[in-house]
């Protein structure tokens, strides 16, 4: 079987956001749940209210 | 189309080519003709993965499934945020990290040459096909515009791509995509705003909601846990998630886009702009396809939208069979039209009884004119097999031709071109890269210089842009265009995905292991696909799932893997 030099994974948190209110890449990412989260909702209330 | 009309979707065209020509003139080198200069901006970066995914298909046939489906659609893109969060936070920092041209390369990287190759192939496969559905939708424009022959249409158009693609790099395609995609959201806000305008006077914005409810246009989640049911919430953030995962991790035409960026922080930028920006954008075009069902229940919709069948029943209206459909189809809407009128000015007036028994009669007339429509289509087939009886891709079109002004039929017309050259674009580069990266530089020249690579690259890209030509004469035969592109995805990219989860979770498994895994899980997908009956969008997940636990057990079989590509 080949065999590879390895190489190291990166963290996930090795660069800035460089954005203001999101200092981490874990508050980006729960902003973007957050806004899944509240489109959801949005679309589910507009299925019950019209159907 | 007006002259005005040409000079709009002319000018467009041709400055867009003509744009994209311009800024590649002399890129000679095999970094910049396939991965840009590496300096590109978030926004741009987000801007090309949003212009590559969203094809003439998305605006040409969403609306129609808006018309005839409603918004259950929009259910499909759930998966999509979880996805690129994903990629974002463990995809991206390991290829960046890697230097690699193609998502294929790093398999080789990790397992063998043997594992890289048969992604790339995988990858060659479905998205070759794909692209020939990408050319076949502006041929459907241009058929029901100009009354050309589809199959000469398709041929034509594909050759325009083919120069334009060859002759520009991954550079040109990010540069040119974000002017594309303004012409695209030109077009369909100013489609919007005008609908908006055509629906009845009388009709508040309350009144066209409650309307689309009640025809059950609004059901945008469905909560079944049947497993048969193709857009259901379960199916959207499960399966979608590994539709998406696959599409926006593991398919080069992607991949590329995010590759171009100045840093890891620009690509994942990018990425969480698509995450947030996506859904809405597939929900605003769905609605517009609600909206002109709207319209059209106060304005006599065209028994057919398909413009050959419509052509078919203008020349054959001697046919008292089709003649009778023709007028009772007719009459029935105007029996709709006449109830909802009434259940308007019931509901204005406050009398809810008389509102709700109106209602109901229009509900029945509009059920009876989709059964002489549906009867007229079955009709119609069996009449004339060579006349297609898919109605969805040809709803939006036909609205805009008989519906809008000119000059705004040119800006529409140009937005569907801007979409198809964006995508299709973004997609010959990424056929054309991943061919000689990982099949000539990697197979065939390992030596080969990088004049040689850009040459080579210019070929392939060609040849793949014939391939999709090829597909594209037959694409006809699809149930609707843009499910078609997604069943057509869901068959490969589950093993895709699981080749790349085993590289990136499952450090035990080898190159052996997974590559003969990935061949049977390939097999599996295909007997499930012609024996079951479950919505498209499982079989990503159950491609990727078979994909892990057949290599698993096989590596069980071979023994201990010493082979870590990374620690």
């Keep these: ?51 | 189309m007006s002259a005005l009309d040409f000079v709009v979707l002319i000018g467009s065209m041709l400055g867009i080519a003509g744009y994209g020509i311009w800024r590649t003139r002399g890129r000679r080198n095999l970094n910049s003709y396939l991965r840009g200069d590496g300096q590109t901006h978030w926004f741009a970066i987000g801007l090309s993965v949003m212009a590559t995914q969203a094809s003439a298909i998305t605006f040409l046939s969403t609306p129609g499934q808006g018309y005839l489906g409603g918004l259950g659609f929009v259910q499909i893109y759930f998966g999509l945020p979880i996805a690129l969060i994903i990629i974002a936070a463990i995809f991206l920092p390991i290829f960046r990290k890697l230097n690699v041209f193609t998502a294929y390369e790093f398999l080789g990287k990790r397992f063998d040459g043997k594992t890289r190759l048969l992604g790339a192939a995988l990858f060659l496969v479905q998205r070759g096909l794909g692209a020939g559905l990408t050319i076949y939708a502006p041929a459907i424009v241009l058929t029901t515009v100009f009354g050309w022959p589809l199959n000469l249409t398709i041929i034509c158009s594909g050759l325009l791509v083919i120069i334009y693609t060859v002759a520009g790099g991954s550079d040109a395609v990010t540069v040119t995509q974000k002017y594309q995609l303004a012409i695209i959201f030109a077009g369909m806000i100013t489609a919007f705003c005008l609908l908006l305008a055509k629906l009845p006077s009388g009709l508040t914005f309350t009144d066209t909601f409650a309307l689309a409810g009640g025809f059950h246009k609004l059901n945008a989640v469905n909560f079944s846990t049947d497993i048969h049911e193709r857009y259901t919430i379960w199916s959207g953030i499960f399966g979608g998630t590994f539709l998406m995962l696959s599409y926006f991790g593991t398919d080069q035409s992607q991949v590329q886009r995010y590759f171009s960026g100045a840093s890891l922080r620009e690509g994942r930028l990018g990425l969480m702009f698509n995450a947030v920006c996506k859904i809405p954008m597939q929900f605003g075009i769905l609605l517009l396809g609600v909206f002109i069902f709207i319209f059209y229940q106060f304005q006599t919709p065209p028994l057919f939208f398909n413009s050959t069948s419509a052509q078919y029943l203008s020349e054959h209206r001697a046919d008292p069979k089709l003649r009778a459909y023709e007028t009772d189809f007719n009459s029935s809407h105007a029996q709709t039209r006449e109830q909802l009128e009434n259940w308007m000015n019931a509901r204005h007036a406050g009398n809810f009884p008389a509102a709700q028994t109106a209602f109901a009669a229009a509900q029945t007339a509009q059920q009876q004119s989709e059964k002489i429509r549906a009867e007229a289509i079955e009709e119609l087939a069996a009449k004339n097999s060579g006349t297609k009886a898919n109605d969805a891709d040809y709803v939006f079109i036909t609205f805009i031709l008989r519906q809008l002004p000119h000059g705004v039929i040119g800006l529409l017309v140009a937005a569907f071109f801007a979409a198809a050259l964006s995508s299709k674009a973004a997609e010959l580069n990424a056929l054309g890269s991943s061919t000689t990266i990982d099949f000539y530089r990697h197979l065939i020249k390992r030596d080969a210089t990088d004049a040689q690579c850009v040459f080579a690259s210019k070929i392939f890209t060609a040849f793949w842009g014939f391939v999709a030509i090829g597909f594209a004469l037959s694409a006809h035969l699809a149930e609707n265009l843009i499910q078609a592109v997604n069943i057509l995805g869901s068959i490969f990219y589950g093993v895709m995905l699981g080749l790349f989860v085993v590289a990136f979770f499952v450090r035990r498994v080898g190159g052996t292991a997974v590559f003969w895994a990935a061949l049977a899980a390939q097999t599996l997908i295909f007997i499930l696909y012609f024996n079951l009956t479950i919505s498209y969008l499982w079989y990503p997940l159950i491609g990727c799932a078979a994909c892990v636990i057949f290599s698993l057990i096989l590596q069980l079989t071979l023994g201990a893997n010493k082979s870590h590509g990374y620690e």
């Excluded at chain 1, 090795?14 to 509240?38: I, M």
């Design chain 1, 1 to 51: 079987m080949k065999r590879h030099d390895p190489v190291k994974i990166p963290t996930t948190e090795s660069e800035e956001t460089g954005l203001p209110f999101f200092q981490t890449w874990k508050a980006v990412y729960l902003f973007v749940l957050a806004t899944f989260v509240f489109w959801i909702a949005l679309l589910v209330a507009l299925t019950e209210i019209f159907s």
